[in-house]
C-alpha cells in the first residue's frame, strides 16, 4: 500500500497540506500518515485548534486525534498519525525513509508560533533530502484537483529524471502534462538540446498514454518564466529537480529554491540521482 506523509504543525498551512494529501490518496489508492516533530518538552494550544471549544488540559496526542476524528471519513484508506522528538527535518527524512513514503505533502509556510513554526523553517531542507518526491503547498492554496502539470525541461542531465513519476501521476489523474523547454541562453546549441531532450519526453509520455503539450521559451529567469508560464495553462503542479549546491548539503540549488520560495503553484520536487 502507498503512504503518503504529511508534516503537521497545527498551523493552518499544514492542515490545508492534509487537506491535499487526502484528495490524493483517494485517486492513488494510499494511506495517509500525519507526523509531528516536538522539539522540546514545552507544549502551547496549537493555533488552528483555538475556534475549538474544549482544548484546556488536551495533550499532543489529543489534539491529533481530533484531526483523525475530522478526516478519517473522507479517506478511502487509513489515516493515522506519527510523533517524533528531534530535529525536525531529519525526522521526517527519517520518517519517510522508514515508512518507504510514495510522497511527501508538505505546507511550506507555518503561521501558528506552535513549535516556533517549524514548517516554515524546515521547509527547504525537507525538499532538499527528502528520501521521495515532495509536493510543497504555499500560502492556503485551495485547488485539490490535478488536471494540468507543468514539467520544465531544461539543458542539464538530470532534467528527465522527474519524467516516469509524473507520468504516473498523471495517469492517475488523467491531468495532461505541459513539457516546457526553458533556458537562460538563447544560444541555438542549448535550445536545439532542450527541444530534443522535450521531443523524447514528449515520446515517452504518448507512449504512455498520456496527453501531452509541448513549448520551448527562452527568458531571463526560468523560474520566472517557468510560473508565468504554468498561469497560462492553469497548471496546479509543477515539478523541478532538487539538484543541489555540493558547498551546501542542506539547501536547495538556486533554481528549485526559487521555485519552492516563489510559486503559488504547488510544486512537486524530486530530487536528482546524480
Given amino acids: 500500500m502507498k503512504k503518503i506523509l504529511v508534516p503537521i504543525d497545527f498551523s493552518a498551512d499544514s492542515v490545508n497540506a492534509l487537506e491535499h494529501a487526502i484528495s490524493f490518496a483517494n485517486v492513488i489508492g494510499a494511506d495517509v500518515r500525519m507526523m509531528h516533530v516536538k522539539k522540546s518538552k514545552n507544549f502551547e494550544m496549537p493555533f488552528y485548534f483555538k475556534d475549538f471549544n474544549m482544548v484546556v488540559g488536551k495533550s499532543l496526542e489529543d489534539f491529533m486525534d481530533i484531526l483523525i476524528e475530522k478526516y478519517k471519513g473522507l479517506l478511502k484508506n487509513k489515516l493515522d498519525y506519527k510523533i517524533r522528538e528531534g530535529n525536525v527535518f531529519k525526522e521526517i527524512t527519517n520518517q519517510a525513509k522508514y515508512d518507504d513514503s510514495y510522497l511527501i505533502i508538505m505546507g511550506t509556510h507555518g503561521a501558528s508560533g506552535f513549535e516556533e513554526m517549524w514548517i516554515g523553517s524546515n521547509a527547504f531542507r525537507v525538499v532538499s533530502n527528502a528520501p521521495c518526491p515532495i509536493i510543497t503547498i504555499r500560502n492556503g492554496y485551495e485547488r485539490n484537483i490535478l488536471k494540468n502539470i507543468v514539467m520544465p525541461i531544461d539543458s542539464s542531465l538530470s532534467t528527465r529524471q522527474k519524467v516516469p513519476f509524473v507520468t504516473e501521476l498523471a495517469r492517475f489523474f488523467g491531468a495532461t502534462v505541459h513539457i516546457l523547454g526553458v533556458s537562460e541562453i538563447s544560444s541555438a546549441d542549448v535550445t536545439a538540446k532542450i527541444t530534443t531532450y522535450c521531443s523524447q519526453v514528449e515520446e515517452y509520455l504518448k507512449e504512455k498514454g498520456v496527453n501531452c503539450t509541448k513549448n520551448v521559451l527562452v527568458g531571463s529567469n526560468i523560474t520566472d518564466l ?19 549546491l555540493t558547498n551546501a548539503a542542506f539547501w536547495l540549488g538556486p533554481y528549485a529554491q526559487q521555485m519552492v520560495n516563489h510559486s503559488s503553484i504547488p510544486v512537486l520536487s524530486i530530487r536528482s540521482q546524480n
Fill in 226 to 244: 517557468t510560473i508565468e508560464y504554468a498561469k497560462t495553462v492553469d497548471a496546479e503542479l509543477i515539478t523541478i529537480m532538487t539538484d543541489q
